[in-house]
T-cell receptor, first 110, second 117 residues
Framework: QQQVKQSPQSLIVQKGGISIINCAYE??????FPWYQQFPGKGPALLIA?????SEKKEGRFTISFNKSAKQFSLHIMDSQPGDSATYFC?????????FGEGTQLTVNP | GAVVSQHPSWVICKSGTSVKIECRSL??????MFWYRQFPKQSLMLMAT?????????EQGVEKDKFLINHASLTLSTLTVTSAHPEDSSFYIC?????????????FGDGTRLSIL
């Protein structure tokens, strides 16, 4: 019940395209849903986060869509750029303990 | 923004050696820090929660005598891998939250690559 399922495992998009990564959870006690970006050899960096009282949050080119009834949330990267190529992790928490998804390796081709 | 610093960034040592990794919050005080382990192309797995001034809380399956955690101040937590063996080779990452309470953003260090020969 603590798992967070993430898909796809890998994603290739063309520059300027939209990247979409999906996550699903089971534990209804989760009430905080961040997304992290990780480059090789580096720690994860917080991108954007959402709480379940809103259905969408946008920051620049990054948007989280949240569906509480379906227990799903997704990250949309608009106008994807080669510099966005990285591994993306969704996560969920109740309290301070984060549970991470399996990760999505995004490649944006020039 | 909040900065979490880890040291060293990379260590190579012989089997049987003990290795200490430091995690510092540079511009805020952290009563709680977290230690994760990440294998290549895998997700982050929480190893333990480090609490300032008290014992760490370890996740199921993590050997507390193998991975010693000390959180002696509000800005420093250390992870010591005792008598390290090749299977302990991994990427170790710490995190801390600037604010107390639940659901606060976690800020991660840049990790320590540990290679045991």
């Amino acid at each position: 019940q603590q798992q967070v399922k993430q898909s796809p495992q890998s994603l290739i998009v063309q520059k300027g395209g939209i990247s979409i990564i999906n996550c699903a959870y089971e534990n209804t006690a989760f009430d905080y849903f961040p997304w992290y970006q990780q480059f090789p050899g580096k720690g994860p960096a917080l991108l954007i986060a959402i709480r379940p009282d809103v259905s969408e949050k946008k920051e620049g080119r990054f948007t989280i869509s949240f569906n509480k009834s379906a227990k799903q949330f997704s990250l949309h990267i608009m106008d994807s750029q080669p510099g966005d190529s990285a591994t993306y992790f969704c996560a969920a928490s109740s309290g301070s303990r984060l549970t991470f998804g399996e990760g999505t390796q995004l490649t944006v081709n020039p | 923004g909040a900065v979490v610093s880890q040291h060293p960034s990379w260590v190579i040592c012989k089997s049987g050696t003990s290795v200490k990794i430091e995690c510092r919050s540079l511009d805020f005080q952290a009563t709680t820090m977290f230690w994760y382990r990440q294998f290549p192309k895998q997700s982050l797995m929480l190893m333990a929660t480090s609490n300032e001034g008290s014992k760490a809380t370890y996740e199921q399956g993590v050997e507390k005598d193998k991975f010693l955690i000390n959180h002696a101040s509000l800005t420093l937590s250390t992870l010591t891998v005792t008598s390290a063996h090749p299977e302990d080779s991994s990427f170790y990452i710490c995190s801390a939250g600037r604010d107390t309470g639940p659901n606060q953003p976690q800020h991660f260090g840049d990790g320590t690559r540990l290679s045991i020969l």
